[in-house]
């Protein structure tokens, strides 16, 4: 699972991150995107690198058979903060992720869930 601004900087070749967008299209990686999600990587991608790159990648991305189309059924609202950052943990939950790959600070506020989760349940 990539936020956005992971998805951005795992597009350019020169960039260091570029090795996971690499592995999506190698099918070393699974990634697990909602229609939202998805969206939100239209709308974002276009404003660093052009419409056309955006599209090509999108229509791309989305017919690998390692990225997998999750269809959150349920608003888990973990993060107040920033209420946009919910659909990333909404899809990694609902897809299995085994990790939700993010620079947000606003994810850090997972950390004190997590806790109180492990804490209340196991």
Same mark, same amino acid.
């Given at each position: 699972?990539?936020?956005?601004?992971?998805?951005?900087?795992?597009?350019?070749?020169?960039?260091?991150?570029?090795?996971?967008?690499?592995?999506?299209?190698?099918?070393?990686?699974?990634?697990?995107?909602?229609?939202?999600?998805?969206?939100?990587? +239209?709308?974002?991608?276009?404003? =660093?690198? /052009?419409? +056309?790159?955006?599209?090509?990648?999108?229509?791309?991305?989305?017919?690998?058979?390692?990225?997998?189309?999750?269809?959150?059924?349920?608003?888990?609202?973990?993060?107040?903060?920033?209420?946009?950052?919910?659909?990333?943990?909404?899809?990694?939950?609902?897809? /299995?992720?085994?990790?939700?790959?993010?620079?947000? =600070?606003?994810? +850090?506020?997972?950390?004190?869930?997590?806790?109180?989760?492990? =804490? /209340?349940?196991?």
């Amino acid at each position: 699972m990539l936020d956005t601004n992971v998805f951005l900087v795992s597009l350019p070749s020169q960039h260091e991150y570029h090795w996971i967008f690499q592995a999506i299209l190698n099918d070393q990686l699974d990634l697990c995107v909602s229609t939202e999600i998805l969206f939100e990587y +239209q709308e974002i991608v276009p404003q =660093r690198y /052009g419409l +056309q790159e955006t599209d090509s990648t999108l229509d791309f991305l989305v017919f690998l058979p390692n990225v997998h189309l999750i269809t959150p059924f349920f608003k888990y609202l973990l993060i107040p903060a920033d209420p946009s950052d919910n659909k990333f943990i909404e899809c990694a939950l609902m897809g /299995g992720a085994d990790f939700l790959v993010s620079n947000d =600070r606003h994810f +850090q506020q997972l950390k004190s869930w997590i806790s109180s989760f492990k =804490r /209340g349940y196991l």
